[in-house]
């Protein structure tokens, strides 16, 4: 997570996202289209990882207006442009989303190299361990193996931390709500993420509103065996989104 005015406790000159579409707007409506989602704000979306190949752009952004939206909204966007130069346009997808990782993840399923959309290690705070470097990169591998139900961004200074509500496609997966959780240390300038295993939707996000208002437990441990107890071919609701809270 970054601060929503810095993206790095040294000052430095942020980076500017290009997204390259000089004379491609001969599709009027997908040009206004693209620029009510993702241009309006151009100039405060900061990229952290970015791949070009050919007509194809992926980019991992950082959104600094989402400070100002909704409380807990995420501050994450991933945007996939194609462009056609022979007929003067482009087409694209986006997707708000509440880790970095999980923006890879995205783009990596839509084409992107998996080794080609590493993060700008410049901004924002680096991991703090391996256990965090580790689920990172796991949740950019495998992130398609499972559904986003919930996620709270909070950038309080006091208290900077991203919670995701997972669940796993595969109703055969042990605990199959997972709870991720994104920590800042502001002093180090540093993050940790962390993951917890539930059975229930329920379970998961009352860990989520507990942590948000100080009162959670450590996260359950991700326990492997728990699979053989879940009776198979019980669907799983995505989990709903509680009210959000203010930041």
Excluded at 73 to 97: G, N
Excluded at 142 to 152: E, I
Excluded at 157 to 166: N, T
Excluded at 195 to 220: H, I, K, M, S, Y
Aim: hydrophobic share 35%; proline share 11%.
């Amino acid at each position: 997570m970054l601060s929503p005015t810095e993206p790095a406790p040294v000052r430095k000159s942020i980076p500017q996202v290009d997204f390259d579409l000089d004379d491609l707007d001969a599709d009027e409506e997908r040009y206004l289209d693209f620029y009510r989602k993702v241009g309006v704000h151009e100039d405060m979306l900061v990229p952290l990882a970015e791949h070009h190949d050919g007509p194809h752009s992926y980019y991992v952004l950082f959104d600094r207006t989402a400070t100002w939206g909704h409380p807990g909204m995420p501050q994450v966007l991933a945007v996939h442009l194609q462009r056609d130069y022979e007929k003067q346009t482009f087409s694209f997808e986006q997707a708000p989303l509440p880790l970095p990782a999980m923006a890879q993840s995205w783009l990596i399923h839509r084409g992107c190299p998996h080794d080609a959309i590493g993060l700008d290690p410049e901004l924002g705070p680096p991991p703090a361990d391996e256990a965090t470097r580790a689920l990172e990169r796991r949740l950019a591998g495998d992130g398609n193996h499972y559904a986003m139900g919930y996620s709270y961004t909070s950038d309080d200074p006091d208290d900077m931390v991203v919670l995701v509500a997972l669940r796993a496609l595969d109703e055969r997966a042990p605990l199959p709500f997972r709870v991720v959780v994104e920590e800042v240390d502001t002093e180090t300038w540093t993050h940790t993420l962390r993951e917890g295993g539930f059975d229930t939707v329920g379970e998961a996000l009352q860990w989520c509103d507990d942590r948000l208002t100080g009162e959670a437990g450590p996260l359950p441990p991700i326990r492997p065996a728990a699979a053989a107890s879940r009776p198979a071919g019980v669907a799983k609701a995505p989990a709903p989104r509680p009210p959000g809270r203010s930041r």
